[in-house]
């Protein structure tokens, strides 16, 4: 394996489990289908509204490390940022890229603002703003929150 550069550890070191726990979060995308993160893996699963049966359709490991804790869907659906531990990621839901990125806090919830805009709330009761773009550029609003 190889550095990982989100981590500061060699992955090298560690050998991977085939078993991440229950679910760690859940979110309904539309009516039929819901997103379910599974460790740090983020999966679309369909669900048959007559039987009740379920039909994963789609599976990606999102983090190296991390596990999903936090799941959002932009208002338009075209795409979910998820969270865990320090990382997140934004998903596009149709062509089903993305990209770990991480910050120095533990990041507690993230939320869409508008299509374009992501608000991470962290641990030390700050909000960050992440501009959505090919650059995810990330900005601190100027005061803390009042939570």
């Known amino acids: 394996m190889t550095m990982n550069d989100i981590s500061s550890i060699l992955e090298g070191q560690l050998h991977e489990s085939v ?27 369909r669900v048959d509204k007559s039987t009740g049966l379920l039909e994963q359709i789609w599976q990606e490991r999102i983090f190296k490390r991390n596990k999903i804790h936090c799941i959002s869907i932009s208002q338009d659906k075209s795409s979910v940022a998820v969270s865990g531990g320090r990382s997140f990621a934004i998903v596009n839901l149709s062509t089903k890229t ?13 939320d869409y603002t508008i299509p374009s805009e992501l608000l991470i709330l962290t641990s030390h009761n700050e909000v960050l703003k992440v501009k959505i773009s090919s650059t995810n550029e990330i900005t601190e609003l100027p005061q803390k929150t009042a939570l």
């Open 19 to 45: 078993h991440y726990g229950p679910v760690t979060a859940i979110k309904f995308l539309d009516s039929s289908h819901v997103l379910v993160g599974y460790g740090p893996f983020l999966r679309i699963v």
């Open 98 to 110: 993305f990209e770990e990125k991480a910050i120095n806090e533990w990041i507690v919830a993230v």
